[in-house]
């Protein structure tokens, strides 16, 4: 099945700052990568997802790329605000059977 | 749109004992998933549910844990007896459909067990 392996587990900035987050999938199969931001006993919320047949997307200060030949994925996070604390996990799943596999997760700290 | 709902947000019960969980997704999705989250790990599927069928229940411990959707709508997910490495959060998420990709997910219960 499925591996999805996400680095690093802690991440510290200054605000303003830009931060960036990087996991890796093992199953060439997968086609949909999303990111999810989880505060503090709260539910995961979707931030931005891609998909396999782009290669980059962007919305405001958050940006994901996708690498699918070297099976890695990575958010990226500018001009960073204290409110961007919390834990990001990125997932992979493939089409059809949305079987979703979660990275370990990273604890993203934008000090002010 | 009101988002998907579970109950209850919390529970503590001793090992050994049994609990219930239930969950109300989003009107109108079709795929349904019960997700277990163990502090500081990121969401591990359970079950994956399409309608009232199950899709996917490969990472769920049955001699321990079962679950149901028997309507296509509301869920429960069961654990009994329920063992201290239990203890975590269980969060349910639902989706459109099984090709769908977007899922959104509940509050999630925390369990512990002492």
């Known amino acids: 099945g499925e591996n999805v392996e996400q680095h690093p587990s802690t991440l510290s900035v200054q605000e303003g700052d830009s931060a960036v987050i990087k996991c890796t999938y093992s199953d060439s199969a997968s086609n949909y990568f999303p990111w999810y931001k989880q505060e503090l006993g709260k539910r995961p919320q979707l931030i931005i997802d891609i998909r396999s047949n782009v290669g980059e997307k962007k919305d405001q200060r958050i940006a994901v790329t996708l690498n699918k030949t070297a099976k890695h994925f990575s958010l990226h996070i500018t001009e960073t605000q204290p409110e961007d604390s919390a834990v990001y996990f990125c997932a992979a799943s493939s089409i059809g059977n949305n079987d979703m596999r979660f990275g370990a997760g990273t604890r993203l700290t934008v000090k002010p | 749109e009101a988002g998907v709902a579970q109950s209850p947000r919390y529970k503590i019960i001793e090992k050994r004992q049994s609990v219930a969980f239930w969950c109300n997704p989003i009107s109108g999705h079709a795929t349904l998933y019960w997700y277990q989250q163990i502090l500081g790990q990121g969401p591990k599927l359970l079950i994956q549910f399409q309608n009232n069928g199950v899709v996917d229940d490969s990472q769920l411990p049955k001699d321990r844990f079962s679950a149901e959707r028997l309507k296509g709508v509301d869920s429960t997910l069961k654990i009994q007896p329920a063992k201290l490495e239990d203890s975590a959060v269980y969060l349910c998420?639902?989706?459109?459909?099984?090709?769908?990709?977007?899922?959104?997910f509940g509050p999630g219960t925390r369990l512990t067990v002492t």
């Open positions: 998420a639902s989706s459109l459909r099984l090709a769908s990709y977007e899922q959104y």
